[in-house]
Antibody
Framework: EVQMVASGGGLVQPGGSLRLSCAASGFTFNNHNMNWVRQTPGMGPEWVSYIRNTGEVMYYADSVKGRFTISRDNARDSLFLQMNSLRAEDTAIYYC??????????WGQGTMVTVSS | EIVLTQSPGTLSLSPGERASFSCRASQTVSSSNLAWYQQKPGQTPRLLIYGAYNRATDIPDRFSGSGSGADFTLTISRLEPEDFAVYYC?????????FGQGTKVEVK
């Protein structure tokens, strides 16, 4: 069974940092491109970042470019998102999502990030 | 940046009825880069359709996607009780993924 378990969310002050992790199992992790997608309750999803299966190519949404860094460890089937200079508008549930045909075919259960003083 | 506009915002229907809703892109897009998702309260989005027309794994054949250019449609031929949810379209292009704002299908 495919599983992706995200962790590392929490309450942080504006300007602070968090590092999210996503542990994958049930599929060959290094065969798949991976993404972070976030969603504010009651709103549509917002794509945040992409990393190719090899880890050599990364893309970012304009809203997070220069503040967030995506990475992966294929030896440990893990995906990461380092989030710096956090803002109130970064408050959301963050999902790791597996890439498939320019869409997202599997989603982890999400971790909540709240940026507030 | 491509903007996706979904309509209507809410669709009120009864089980057994046909549901059809729209996703309009701000410019012509490739059909291969258009997808649809279903999301129920408290759950993660579920991929229904990719490449505009292709059903994802284990998706029932009452779900179908159509369209081309800038106008795409998701159709549910006969609504089952479990189909009442929010539906999102999504586009990929130029190293960006964007979502529409969603259509809610509610029980009439």
């Amino acid at each position: 069974e495919v599983q992706m378990v995200a962790s590392g969310g929490g309450l942080v002050q504006p300007g602070g940092s968090l590092r999210l992790s996503c542990a994958a199992s049930g599929f060959t992790f290094n065969n798949h491109n991976m993404n972070w997608v976030r969603q504010t309750p009651g709103m549509g999803p917002e794509w945040v970042s992409y990393i190719r299966n090899t880890g050599e190519v990364m893309y970012y949404a304009d809203s997070v470019k220069g503040r967030f860094t995506i990475s992966r460890d294929n030896a440990r089937d893990s995906l990461f998102l380092q989030m710096n200079s956090l803002r109130a508008e970064d408050t959301a549930i963050y999902y790791c999502a597996r890439g498939f045909q320019n869409a997202f075919d599997m989603w982890g259960q999400g971790t909540m990030v709240t940026v507030s003083s | 940046e491509i903007v996706l506009t979904q309509s209507p915002g809410t669709l009120s229907l009864s089980p057994g009825e046909r549901a059809s809703f729209s996703c309009r892109a701000s410019q012509t897009v490739s059909s291969s880069n258009l997808a649809w998702y279903q999301q129920k309260p408290g759950q993660t989005p579920r991929l229904l359709i990719y490449g505009a027309y292709n059903r994802a794994t284990d998706i029932p054949d009452r779900f179908s996607g159509s369209g081309s250019g800038a106008d795409f449609t998701l159709t549910i031929s006969r609504l089952e009780p479990e189909d009442f949810a929010v539906y999102y379209c999504q586009h990929y292009g130029s190293a960006r993924w964007t979502f529409g704002q969603g259509t809610k299908v509610e029980v009439k």
